[in-house]
T-cell receptor, first 115, second 116 residues
Framework: AQSVSQHNHHVILSEAASLELGCNYS??????LFWYVQYPGQHLQLLLK??????LVKGIKGFEAEFIKSKFSFNLRKPSVQWSDTAEYFC?????????????FGTGTRLTIIP | NAGVMQNPRHLVRRRGQEARLRCSPM?????VYWYRQLPEEGLKFMVY????????ESGMPKERFSAEFPKEGPSILRIQQVVRGDSAAYFC??????????????FGQGTRLTVV
């Protein structure tokens, strides 16, 4: 069974700092990869996704992620964070083996931006 | 186009009561997924349904939990005889096709169940 690891449980940054959140997964086959964000009291929103093609994926709100297949990683980055980026961030993987229709989520990273 | 609608947003039940959580998928979506988020944990898959069919219930507890997605109306997640350990946020997601078809799932705002 696949698993997803997010090593940073809580990250605190000042505004304008650069951000990188780690995500590693365990599955040797073809995957779809996602980053979701959950603002306080709101639903999960998709930040970006990778299905195939260019491993550097651009998402909304200035976020991007790079899929490195050899490292089983899909780290999320943003060059300059804003106070409004304070939220919880979830990495998710869909392992594309027959009959698998579910997402496996990491435990999430809480990001706090200090003005 | 309304998003995935879940109700109620908050639900309080006493131990032993039944909890019914509702999910209306986005218009045109016939695939529904339920996930549970326990405190300090990520979302865990529970069940995947298409209209009138349960496709994958590998994440559902063996007892007290059931789900349905009737031909008409919302998907229902039903928890009988709730216990304190059922307290969690329950999220529903929908998609126009199965996730194995390179598609994304859209999530609702969740139902926060508290068992007292």
């Amino acid at each position: 069974a696949q698993s997803v690891s997010q090593h940073n449980h809580h990250v605190i940054l000042s505004e304008a700092a650069s951000l990188e959140l780690g995500c590693n997964y365990s599955y040797g086959g073809t995957v779809n990869l996602f980053w979701y964000v959950q603002y306080p009291g709101q639903h999960l929103q998709l930040l970006l996704k990778y299905f195939s093609g260019d491993p550097l994926v651009k998402g909304i709100k200035g976020f991007e992620a790079e899929f490195i297949k050899s490292k089983f990683s899909f780290n999320l980055r943003k060059p300059s964070v804003q106070w409004s980026d304070t939220a919880e961030y979830f990495c998710a993987v869909n392992a594309l083996n027959f009959g698998n229709e579910k997402l496996t989520f990491g435990t999430g990273t809480r990001l706090t931006i200090i003005p | 186009n309304a998003g995935v609608m879940q109700n109620p947003r908050h639900l309080v039940r006493r131990r032993g009561q039944e909890a019914r959580l509702r999910c209306s998928p986005m218009k045109g979506h016939s695939h529904v997924y339920w996930y549970r988020q326990l405190p300090e944990e990520g979302l865990k898959f529970m069940v995947y349904l298409q209209k009138e069919n349960i496709i994958d219930e590998s994440g559902m507890p063996k007892e007290r939990f059931s789900a349905e997605f009737p031909k008409e109306g919302p998907s229902i997640l039903r928890i009988q005889q709730v216990v304190r350990g059922d307290s969690a946020a329950y999220f529903c997601a929908s998609s126009p096709r199965g996730q194995g078809s390179n598609t994304e799932a859209f999530f609702g705002q969740g139902t926060r169940l508290t068992v007292v």
